[in-house]
């Protein structure tokens, strides 16, 4: 029986950003489930990033590679440090083990932008999803058309109350997890896609990453913003298709 292959999306969208990859990664077994409270899935009660993560664990295969994308790298880096027999090798996209900068922590938006994003989600979902958006394709040379692939996988263009109330929740998960100190129980192969130019999770930060690991493989992606396996598909999926077989 073939090793599955877990994908994780990133917060505000579904997994239907995923759609790219799923013809050249067609030889493979793929679980992409919506997150919490994203799409078709029901929120989990809370912000607290383990929650989320033991809610996916519940449905989700022994033994995979599990690979995450922005809020959905952080789920995977939980889930190779606390449920680690679900995890046989990492994939991480676009990756951080903290979205806000602090003392110490440079690889991140500033905390104030943090801070502003969640304020005003609350009054303006729409506008913020698309402002998170415009910041996933600075810098990249496929912008337009990420941008319209990011756009259509959106949880909810124009989010109700009880989706705005969800997808809040979403962002204060992401605003609030630090998996600094927990990165030394993660033991699994891993393997870092980042885009050069990502403006939400700074190249610095898979760098860091990356350094944490001796084993571990970094692909920095050329003229790519947040969301390079949009952008440079066919490579992306070479690259995961190879590390996954590996």
Sequence with gaps: ?????????????????WETLRAPL??????APDLPGHGSA?????????????????????GATVCGWSLGALLALDFAARHPRKVARLALIGATPRFAATEGWPH??????????RDAFTS????????????????????????????????????????TEALAAGLAVLAGADLRG?????????LLLHGEHD??????????LA??????????????????????????ATLLEGFHRG
């Design 108 to 117: 991140a938006l500033d905390a104030e932008t943090v801070a502003a994003f």
């Design 199 to 208: 403006a939400l999770m700074p190249v610095g930060a898979a760098r860091w």
């Design 42 to 62: 029901p929120a989990v009660s809370g912000t607290d990033l383990a929650a989320w993560t033991d809610r996916l664990a519940a449905d989700l295969p022994d």
């Design 211 to 236: 350094a944490q690991w001796p084993d571990a493989r970094l692909e920095i992606l050329a003229a790519c913003g947040h969301a390079p396996f949009l952008s440079r598909p066919a490579e992306c």
């Design 124 to 163: 303006a979902p729409a506008a913020v999803l698309h402002r998170f958006i415009a910041l996933q394709v600075l810098g990249d040379a496929h912008r337009r058309e990420v941008g319209g692939k990011l756009t259509a996988a959106l949880s909810a263009a124009e989010p109700d109350a009880a989706q």
């Design 182 to 190: 927990t990165l030394a129980a993660i033991r699994q192969p891993a």
């Design 1 to 17: 029986m073939s090793r599955p292959l877990v994908l994780l999306h990133g917060w505000g969208l579904t997994a239907r950003v």
């Design 26 to 31: 067609a030889g493979l077994t793929i679980h």
